[in-house]
């Protein structure tokens, strides 16, 4: 009997293969050319960081710029710490607003909950340079001294809508009725908020963090606006360097970061979808 059930299995199978249709050669070429376009500055980037000199020809393989990072530039790891601090520190501070605003506007109704639903994306609406000019503003009205705690705020600022997106589409997919069950339960608010809602929220909140931590690490507009002495970050140092030569170190610190974040997020996003299916 289990001989039949597995050759059943096998004639399904085939049988479901002969009708699933099959890719065109064009979608193929259009998926591979836009690969190719987004991941081949990258493959030309690390290639180059072992090139042994600063020109573009290819001079022999080396280390050389490896060990100039490591060792000879401290400038260019404090900016790097300070992307860093203010990365996860924003990461942080916004994931936990935006997460109990999109609870709050998922789970009750008030008066002006779609003018709050609304006004939370027009920092993700508005262009950069608008944010940034207006942040500066406000910063000199109510006489903040520029430097890393005004970076710190306004990254925290722009972080909050695609917080607040991820952890809304995420709640906009559960399921309500686990809510009812546990206030037929007799389950309270604080209860209902910590064991069911977080946790089923906990997939968003997670990605909405990784998020909010690439958001920063990446911002040059807003942050060059912001910034004050003490708080230059990464790339605002790299910009720096850019006016008088790219050194290729820059390219062994980017081959580094890539490094990293691959490791990061692929084991990451492999528990965000195990965690998800639960």
């Given at each position: 009997?289990?001989?039949?059930?597995?050759?059943?299995?096998?004639?399904?199978?085939?049988?479901?293969?002969?009708?699933?249709?099959?890719?065109?050669?064009?979608?193929?070429?259009?998926?591979?050319?836009?690969?190719?376009?987004?991941?081949?500055?990258?493959?030309?980037?690390?290639?180059?960081?072992?090139?042994?000199?600063?020109?573009?020809?290819?001079?022999?393989?080396?280390?050389?710029?490896?060990?100039?990072?490591v060792m000879e530039s401290p400038e260019l790891w404090h900016a790097f710490s300070n992307s860093i601090i203010i990365a996860f520190g924003s990461a942080l501070m916004s994931t936990a607003i935006g997460s109990l605003a999109a609870v709050g506007t998922a789970r009750y109704s008030f008066?002006?909950?779609?003018?709050?639903?609304?006004?939370?994306?027009?920092?993700?609406?508005?262009?950069?340079?608008?944010?940034?000019?207006?942040?500066?503003?406000?910063?000199?009205?109510?006489?903040?001294?520029?430097?890393?705690?005004?970076?710190?705020?306004?990254?925290?600022?722009?972080?909050?809508?695609?917080?607040?997106?991820?952890?809304?589409?995420?709640?906009?997919?559960?399921?309500?009725?686990?809510?009812?069950?546990?206030?037929?339960?007799?389950?309270?608010?604080?209860?209902?908020?910590?064991?069911?809602?977080?946790?089923?929220?906990?997939?968003?909140?997670?990605?909405?963090?990784?998020?909010?931590?690439?958001?920063?690490?990446?911002?040059?507009?807003?942050?060059?606006?912001?910034?004050?002495?003490?708080?230059?970050?990464?790339?605002?140092?790299?910009?720096?360097?850019?006016?008088?030569?790219?050194?290729?170190?820059?390219?062994?610190?980017?081959?580094?970061?890539?490094?990293?974040?691959?490791?990061?997020?692929?084991?990451?996003?492999?528990?965000?979808?195990?965690?998800?299916?639960?």
């Open positions: 009997m289990l001989w039949r059930a597995r050759r059943m299995l096998r004639k399904g199978g085939t049988a479901a293969r002969k009708f699933m249709p099959a890719r065109s050669s064009l979608s193929n070429a259009i998926y591979w050319a836009v690969i190719g376009f987004l991941f081949l500055p990258l493959f030309v980037l690390v290639f180059y960081s072992f090139n042994a000199g600063r020109q573009t020809t290819w001079q022999g393989f080396s280390f050389v710029w490896y060990q100039k990072l008066k002006l909950k779609n003018f709050v639903s609304t006004m939370s994306f027009i920092p993700m609406i508005l262009p950069e340079i608008v944010v940034g000019v207006s942040l500066l503003i406000f910063f000199a009205g109510v006489g903040l001294r520029l430097g890393l705690l005004t970076v710190w705020i306004a990254h925290t600022t722009f972080n909050l809508p695609f917080v607040y997106l991820l952890v809304s589409a995420r709640l906009d997919e559960a399921d309500p009725s686990i809510v009812e069950a546990a206030r037929d339960l007799g389950a309270n608010e604080m209860q209902i908020l910590f064991r069911i809602i977080l946790p089923m929220a906990l997939p968003g909140i997670l990605s909405a963090f990784l998020t909010a931590i690439t958001l920063s690490l990446e911002d040059f507009v807003i942050t060059f606006f912001v910034t004050g002495p003490g708080g230059t970050t990464l790339p605002l140092y790299i910009y720096s360097m850019i006016r008088f030569g790219v050194s290729p170190v820059i390219n062994a610190l980017s081959a580094v970061m890539v490094a990293g974040t691959v490791l990061l997020v692929y084991p990451m996003r492999n528990f965000l979808k195990v965690f998800a299916a639960r």
